[in-house]
């Protein structure tokens, strides 16, 4: 018998699928080759090929709907200006960080030169450790727009339709825009549409017809009700959408992908450009205040750590200070997360026949929701990495 047709068991001090049902306690999750193929009560029983973890809760692994592994906090300028090779290894790295913390899939939102379908390709091959990737290759940027010196310069409809397909070409899983201005290019105006009502449309009507869903970065503005009228998929921070664009976000069933930890980030870490944290502590307000009137609207909403890696537990923070209760914010990093992904079938929950994504927190998060952030196992597809 091969290894990788062993049971494995996994000792759950207490399980909180995702699915919102109350946690179970003392039960046990088999696993076999990449599935779970079984979850009961342990009721006394030894157990060969077994992680105990009695004395903690389990978790699904956490999904990151919104990152680029090439890219840290800080200024992005001049990261640009990096090696291609070094900028490939320093991706490896944040993959592992990423997962580590409990991150076991992650949608990479826009990489330089394609550098996502190799990550992709090396994850699944078993070459670098990290979360299963969803890749958007190079975002689509208005020349001089917000990441013009990371993404694909294009301009005028006929451009972004080819640009377009240029990424889905590349077999790209998503399309990524960017609409309007943001916080790390200089003299970007966040609530600046940056594409014309007719641009933004063909993009989001040409990745449609390729069956690939669109993120938009969008921050409000006049963009943001084009991108939300035109049928975007997710608006990726939405800082300063106003209530009547998220009441349109409800009609339409646009997610909201909310990053309040790197706003968080901004203002906390060292070393970051001046007009970078200026931004950053009018946006941390704004995005805890955007996901409150979210919530109240009933606006779909997962997360994204953006370019402060590994710190899944501060954007669930910032979701429980907006209002969300614990079970509501953990659901919103798993289930709701798969949902918006397309992966609902695959992971997101604890549940038979899903992917073995699983990871292990030392205390209970629906009492203290940052023990999410004191992670102390991760499997990802059946395999345990920590």
Not at 256 to 282: E, I, N, W
């Amino acid at each position: 018998m091969t290894l990788s047709s062993v049971l494995r068991h996994i000792v759950c001090g207490y399980l909180i699928d995702g699915t919102g049902r109350p946690p179970v306690s003392d039960c046990v999750v088999t696993v076999q080759d990449d599935r779970i193929t079984a979850i009961e009560p342990r009721a006394g029983r030894a157990l060969p090929n077994c992680f105990d973890l009695s004395s903690c809760t389990v978790i699904p692994g956490l999904i990151d709907c919104h990152d680029h592994l090439g890219v840290d906090i800080g200024d992005e300028v001049a990261q640009s200006k990096e090696p291609l090779g070094y900028t490939a290894i320093k991706g490896v790295k944040n993959a592992r960080d990423m997962l580590r913390a409990g991150i076991t899939t992650l949608r990479s939102v826009g990489e330089q030169y394609h550098l996502d379908v190799s990550w992709r390709r090396a994850v699944q091959e078993g070459l670098m450790d990290g979360p299963d990737l969803l890749i958007c290759g190079e975002f689509i940027a208005r020349t001089g727009g917000h990441g013009w010196f990371f993404g694909n310069e294009v301009d005028g409809v006929e451009s972004i339709r080819k640009s377009v397909r240029r990424q889905i070409k590349a077999q790209v899983d998503w399309i990524k825009i960017m609409i309007t201005g943001g916080m790390s290019t200089p003299g970007s105006v966040a609530l600046m549409a940056e594409y014309s009502d007719e641009e933004i449309a063909v993009c989001i009507e040409e990745a449609h017809r390729a069956n690939r869903k669109v993120a938009a970065h969008v921050h409000g503005g006049p963009g943001a009700s084009a991108a939300i009228r035109h049928g975007v998929d997710s608006i990726e921070h939405g800082t300063y959408l106003t209530d009547e664009q998220l009441k349109m976000m409800v009609e339409k069933g646009t997610w909201l992908v909310s990053t309040a930890g790197f706003c968080h980030g901004l203002v906390t870490m060292p070393g970051m450009p001046d007009f970078y944290v200026q931004k950053g502590k009018k946006a941390l307000e704004a995005a805890i205040d955007l996901l409150r009137r979210a919530r109240e609207h009933g606006v779909r909403v997962a997360f994204g750590g953006d370019t402060y890696h590994a710190h899944p537990v501060v954007d669930m923070e910032k979701l429980v200070e907006a209002g969300y209760s614990p079970m509501q914010a953990i659901q919103i990093a798993t289930r709701d997360a798969a949902e918006l992904c397309g992966l609902s079938s695959v992971v997101g929950t604890i549940e038979l026949g899903k992917r073995a994504n699983i990871i292990a927190v030392r205390d209970n998060p629906l009492e203290r929701i940052a023990a999410v952030g004191e992670v102390c196992f991760v499997m990802k597809g059946g395999r345990r990495y920590f």
